[in-house]
């Protein structure tokens, strides 16, 4: 089991079980997740998060494919210039430098807003580039990318566990996601528990972003998701040359935690039951090209839109109820006009309208069209209600004298099945050779069997 992995936590978790901050006498918390992640091996995960973990793959290579000719991503390309190394630019058939391969991938995988969430955070769209990256140059088999894609999730929710009042005046996926990276990319470079411990220290320095950008649909804030997975394999790879960092990088008076969530009053969730199970196990996907707040109410108003028939002349107004972290999480209370294509996809008005209306909004091409005049004029009647204390959303559709209503716990329907993941794929890859795709997914499926990612690398340069 995976509670094996770490028995010398035992002092840790007791302090913590009393409420307590970690004590001056126990190691700094960098120290004891680098001690988690250099002790994690692939023998110790359970088959099914490794499942999880190929899961996780499957679905980042998808949504990367699919932004293969988004903006965001060539600028990306254009920044990183032609430099040479050993790792691959999904969809090119140049490699280059790690550093350049994990800050273009990221912003692949995110560029359709078609990517993963766990804790807050995009943590696909940074650990993945991360660990193909490093597993590239490092000539690692598949089991080893396998245990850096697990151990860099972890890193990614427990940055974000020990200092939650980051949100919303900091982007978590920017703050808590050059972690992930630092991880994933320490991890496959073999790096010792002090080294691993400074290389998530200069992560903490590095870490950086806020939503603004979610007010404007600009492109800063994709750039920001590439940029915390650059940022992470920079800190392993200074770490590796001899960098340091503050040992109480986490939870010094100075350090990050009070930096971005102004209190360490949390900072032993960071460590909290580190070990006992793992974090990419609480990993939700996307079924549409959307913001992940937007998701649930998204789900309710197209259910409740077939089943009782609802139509634009017939609809009086509409009523959402979310909780506080999705209410305030920047963009979600955007309204119209509309300038770009990423302020509506985020926007709970726009997007619950458009699946009311029975738009195609499980496709990425749909949000160009800002300018719906239907969907504008239902969104105009939308009400986003007072914060629930709990993770419930509720929608309520008024119409002809009657109030039809839905119900449901936030992202509960996102959890990703093996079968669903898979299908989202072939949906993804489908202008691919039906050939290559299925090749691609066997690859994938099969990567704990891999002496070398090195047949994955070929397939990825060529899609």
Request: hydrophobic share 45%; glycine share 6%.
């Amino acid at each position: 089991m995976c509670s094996q992995v770490l028995d010398f936590m035992t002092s840790t978790h007791a302090a913590i079980e009393q409420n307590e901050s970690p004590p001056k006498s126990l190691p700094p918390v960098s120290v004891l997740l680098a001690e988690f992640i250099a002790k994690t091996r692939f023998d110790n995960i359970p088959t099914h998060v490794l499942d999880l973990a190929k899961g996780r793959i499957l679905d980042a290579v998808a949504t990367a494919i699919a932004a293969r000719t988004l903006a965001v991503p060539n600028v990306a390309k254009a920044f990183a210039g032609k430099t040479s190394g050993l790792a691959t630019v999904i969809g090119s058939r140049l490699p280059v430098q790690a550093i350049d391969a994990a800050f273009i991938n990221a912003t692949l995988i995110n560029g359709c807003t078609h990517d993963d969430f766990l804790e807050k955070s995009h943590a696909g769209a940074v650990v993945i580039p991360a660990a193909l990256a490093l597993a590239e140059e490092q000539g690692a088999s598949g089991a080893e990318l396998l245990t850096a894609v697990v151990v860099g999730y972890e890193l990614v929710a427990r940055a974000y566990l020990g200092g939650p009042g980051m949100l919303p005046r900091f982007r978590a996926t920017g703050v808590a996601g050059s972690f992930g990276a630092a991880a994933a990319a320490a991890k496959l470079m073999d790096l010792s528990i002090d080294q691993t411990a400074h290389a998530l220290g200069l992560a903490a320095m590095f870490s950086s972003g806020f939503g603004e950008g979610f007010l404007t649909g600009t492109m800063d804030v994709k750039l920001n998701v590439g940029w915390a997975s650059r940022s992470g394999v920079s800190a392993a790879q200074l770490a590796r040359c001899g960098a340091t960092a503050a040992p109480r990088a986490f939870e010094g008076q100075s350090g990050f935690y009070k930096a971005f969530s102004n209190s360490t009053d949390l900072a032993q969730k960071a460590i909290r039951g580190l070990g006992e199970r793992f974090a990419i196990e609480d990993t939700v996907y996307k079924e549409r090209p959307m913001c992940i707040f937007v998701q649930t109410p998204v789900e309710l108003a197209r259910s409740l839109s077939l089943k009782y028939g609802l139509s634009e002349q017939l609809i009086d107004r509409v009523r959402i109820r979310a909780p506080v972290a999705t209410l305030t999480n920047p963009g979600y209370q955007n309204v119209a006009p509309f300038s770009t294509a990423l302020q509506a996809r985020i926007s709970a008005r726009f997007t619950v309208a458009a699946a009311i209306l029975g738009r195609p909004v499980e496709t990425y091409k749909y949000f160009d069209q800002i300018h719906d005049v239907g969907v504008l004029e239902l969104s105009s009647r939308i009400e986003l209600m007072e914060p629930v204390d709990d993770a419930s959303v509720w929608v309520e559709v008024h119409s002809q004298g009657k109030a039809y209503e839905a119900s449901a716990n936030e992202m509960d329907h996102l959890r990703p099945s093996l079968e669903k993941t898979i299908t989202k794929f072939k949906r993804l890859t489908a202008d691919l050779p039906s050939d290559r795709a299925d090749l691609l997914l066997k690859t994938i499926l099969n990567l704990d069997r891999l002496p070398s990612i090195a047949s994955l690398s070929s397939q990825l340069r060529a899609v």
